[in-house]
């Protein structure tokens, strides 16, 4: 091809560029050196590449041209020695004219790039100097604007002399009224010109770019994506905590978020403190604070867990314990012996139990196989992954094995190395997150609603933002959600993750606040890169590996504090993160009373958005509305 | 060379470029996710995670001196995701079909996959839709493979005949020429429903209907 044959012209080159290491199972702090270049071909134009210092060669991939380091690729790893060094340190081209925007953090040491189709690249790291002389480089190749409400982000804006060859109408530019357009461009430049021509820009060449039939194609992918998210509107259950849109931004809601500062994690000096000689657990909540602070100490694991996931009651002895698990080991095989001696015949009529057990293999061998605990081929500890899941098929067969589970098995049998308590661990933290894997969904479409009414109070503007780009569904959450994360963080993170949820403090749904706290971060580059459906799904999945842990949990405790030192939370939030509704005549911010309409006095589903006119605030404190459903923003 | 060229989109306008939506259905664990993976990036992992949700990667391909980007939409194939995996058919330009040759049900699931997809994607009846039919995997050995090729054939023939392709995400076998047989595929039905008179004028490479009733491609069968 083409490209073997053009050398390129160098035009920036700088050595010793770390990019962090893409394995999740390994620390955070292993990196790859190499040398990243700004480099002009006469055949496709300036590219930034990057290679590692050391030359790989890998005979399966040897006549590619370039491999392209992604989101997906970026997860899956390879087991062997060889391999992971290679699919570690694989080389980046980025071409400079797909290049949306970049972000340089940490005393200037650090960049990231982001495409235009919403690809965020690694992370690089300047190791000598900082990457001053790169964004110069940068800069004399193209234009750059820094971003007003992210000091650390530059944007490419997009190139202006092409628009200007076709004239509006040719476009068909807005789907919106263009006079509406065009006097809402002319009433904002006057307050804020500098955003209002930037937004603006963006938006007539990303429909210039990505033409309107691609914008439409991705509002009818959402609006049927809506109505998947939708809870069924008559289930009794679902009609407090239904979809809000809340506006606020007319007035600040939230007090300062305040700082809350992570702590050690519980040491096994600590933990026998906590015991008593006859092994009940004493001052159960004092010690859940420190794991909600700083976790558990990994040794620790085997033990505390047990106890965090409700397989042992805090208050049992240890006789007590040493009798239950007796129990439960029994049980156990009582369970597994049911689907052990089903007969291949049996199997044979028995499609609900062959489609389950089918799963069930395909998936456990697509689970954490690069952790050294899962690899290899025959490995033992993959045969009780499998064998716990089918027992836990028999245990609740109605819920089955839903794709996920596995991920969700994988730590715990990691840290208990034996099948029974793994099991029985596994059972406790499934009967927390169950409703994710409900056949219906709805746990899930309640949690992204739910995710939905948080966002809107803690951050609006992105609030609305989402919604106007056809996202409000917080459908790029899905994957956080259903495996809490799961795939977002390395494995020591994700076992420290996990612990501090299971510990229900400080509230409800706690994770729904991480969520928010991951947005947080992300906002600006979502909004100023101007993302839209498509692109914020991209971006989204592409933070995997790439959240710091410690930071966001603060992060997510700090809104929390806000969100309860709030004056005036409406109810439908409160309840979410497990406050006293505010609700009653008698309170003095609000007119109208704040409970939620009652479904069993007869009222009926239908009556239309008038009905929730008992959940509108007084305009004093902001504007906020509330709509019945999701569809309502996008009809 | 008729090896498709892969490059960047910067050397025409990027307007030109025709974004054309992909959509890869088929059984959890028939290697959609690898497939993709494998054209787009050149590269595969032996024990790559199942997918959650929806993925989708862009890659830029040049067939017969038009560039296409294709958005290639990657989903997880179990039953229980379904209501949120169907919104993303709708606007789609191609759909791969795929099923794992050592894997009969989710050969014998492809008629599932296809009637689903033909339904969420809101196809108008009676339209032909450019599917390609992709029997992944073909790097197995031969005690292993449960789906012969002719079977397949077969299938598509009575399935309003798509071209079929055997590829290995694994090897690469076949994995570049499956994606661009599938936009030559949508090329051609596009200048059929557009153009119905000047048709004839579209310079494919090869003959669409041939390819088309044609079985297996073969490791480098493609090259003319």
């Not at chain 1, 291949?344 to 089918?358: A, H, L, N, T």
């Not at chain 1, 959600?481 to 993750?497: A, G, H, N, P, T």
């Not at chain 2, 795929?98 to 809101?122: K, P, Q």
Request: net charge negative.
């Amino acid at each position: 091809m083409d490209e073997l044959n053009d050398q390129g012209v160098e035009l920036y080159s700088h050595h010793g560029v770390l990019v962090k290491s893409q394995n999740q199972i390994r620390d955070d702090d292993s990196h790859c050196s190499g040398t990243l270049s700004i480099i002009e071909y006469s055949g496709i134009g300036k590219c930034i590449e990057w290679k590692p210092t050391e030359v790989l060669v890998d005979s399966e991939t040897n006549d590619q041209e370039w491999a392209m380091v992604n989101a997906v690729g970026r997860r899956n790893r390879t087991s062997s020695g060889s391999n992971e060094s290679q699919s570690r340190c694989r080389s980046v081209r980025i071409e400079v004219a797909h290049l949306k925007s970049f972000r340089v953090t940490r005393n200037r040491q650090q960049v990231t790039l982001m495409e235009r189709d919403g690809t965020t690249h690694s992370v690089f790291f300047f190791q000598h100097g900082n990457a001053d002389c790169f964004v110069a480089a940068l800069k004399g190749n193209i234009k750059t604007v820094r971003s007003k409400k992210d000091k650390h982000l530059y944007i490419v804006p997009d190139e202006p002399e092409s628009q200007l060859d076709r004239s509006f109408a040719e476009l068909e530019l807005f789907t919106e009224n263009t006079t509406d357009v065009v006097w809402k461009f002319v009433r904002n430049l006057h307050h804020r010109p500098y955003e209002t021509t930037l937004e603006t820009f963006a938006k007539l060449t990303d429909i210039w770019l990505f033409k309107s039939s691609e914008q439409r194609r991705e509002e009818e992918v959402a609006e049927l994506l809506n109505r998947s998210l939708t809870l069924n509107e008559t289930s009794a259950d679902a009609i407090g905590e239904e979809y809000a849109v809340v506006d606020l931004r007319n007035g600040p809601l939230l007090p300062p978020r305040p700082p809350a500062p992570r702590g050690p994690p519980l040491s096994i000096e600590q933990w026998a403190q906590f015991q008593d000689e006859d092994g009940h657990i004493v001052e159960v909540e004092i010690l859940k604070d420190i794991i909600f602070r700083g976790g558990v100490v990994p040794n620790l694991r085997y033990e505390v867990w047990k106890f965090l996931l409700g397989y042992f009651p805090w208050d049992s002895t240890h006789a007590d314990r040493q009798k239950l698990r007796k129990q439960k080991v029994e049980e156990y095989f009582q369970m597994k012996l049911q689907w052990r001696s089903i007969t291949p015949g049996q199997e044979q009529r028995f499609s609900d139990y062959r489609e389950r057990k089918s799963l069930v293999e395909k998936d456990v061998n697509r689970t954490d196989r690069t952790l050294p605990f899962f690899a290899g081929e025959n490995n033992e500890n993959l045969m009780l992954l499998s064998d716990i899941l089918m027992t836990y098929v028999m245990y609740n067969f109605d819920l089955g094995y839903v794709q996920g589970m596995s991920d969700l098995l994988s730590p715990i049998l990691c840290v208990m190395t034996n099948e029974v308590d793994a099991f029985w661990c596994f059972v406790g933290f499934m009967d927390k997150v169950c409703s994710n894997f409900e056949l219906d969904q709805a746990g899930m479409k309640q949690q992204l609603q739910q995710l939905h009414c948080l966002l809107s109070v803690t951050l609006p503007d992105l609030s609305a933002y989402l919604e106007k780009h056809e996202s409000g569904n917080m459908f790029f959450c899905f994957r956080w959600l259903l495996v809490l994360f799961k795939r977002e963080f390395s494995y020591q993170d994700i076992m420290r993750l996990w612990e501090v949820l299971w510990t229900d403090l400080p509230c409800p749904n706690f994770h729904l606040l991480l969520c928010v706290a991951v947005l947080d971060t992300q906002q600006h580059i979502l909004m100023e890169n101007n993302y839209g459906f498509t692109e914020i799904l991209k971006h989204i999945n592409d933070l995997s590996l790439h959240i710091e842990l410690d930071s966001t949990l603060s992060k997510a405790e700090g809104i929390y504090h806000q969100l309860t030192s709030a004056i005036c939370l409406p109810d439908v939030a409160r309840k979410i993160i497990g406050l006293d509704p505010l609700g009653g005549p008698d309170t003095l911010e609000q007119k109208e009373p704040l409970q939620t309409t009652d479904i069993d006095n007869g009222l009926k589903v239908e009556e239309g958005p008038e009905s929730l006119e008992t959940l509108t605030f007084s305009p004093r404190t902001g504007e906020v509305a509330f709509e019945r459903s999701l569809n309502l923003n996008y009809l | 060379m008729a090896a498709p060229n892969f490059q960047g989109r910067h050397m025409r306008q990027p307007s030109k470029n025709t974004l054309l939506k992909v959509v890869i259905l088929g059984d959890g664990g028939v290697g959609k996710s690898c497939l993709m993976n494998r054209f787009v990036s050149n590269h595969f992992d032996e024990h790559s995670f199942h997918t959650i949700g929806v993925e989708f990667l862009n890659k830029d391909i040049e067939i017969n001196g038009e560039v296409y980007t294709l958005q290639i939409w990657d989903t997880a194939g179990q039953e229980r995701f379904k209501s949120l995996r169907t919104p993303f058919y709708r606007g789609s330009d191609i759909c791969l079909l795929t099923y794992a040759v050592d894997d009969r049900t989710s050969f014998r699931n492809l008629a599932l996959w296809r009637n689903e997809f033909l339904y969420y994607a809101d196809v108008k009846e009676g339209m032909t839709f450019p599917f390609l039919v992709v029997g992944n995997k073909v790097d197995v050995s031969s005690e292993q493979r449960e789906v012969s090729c002719e079977e397949a054939r077969a299938w598509c023939m009575e399935n309003g005949n798509p071209p079929h392709v055997e590829t290995s995400a694994k090897d690469a076998t076949n994995v570049e020429q499956a994606f661009s047989l599938a936009v030559e595929s949508w090329a051609h039905l596009e200048a059929k429903l557009d153009r119905p008179y000047i048709g004839d004028t579209v310079d494919l490479r090869r003959q669409q209907p041939e390819q088309r009733s044609s079985c297996c491609l073969s490791v480098g069968g493609n090259t003319e």
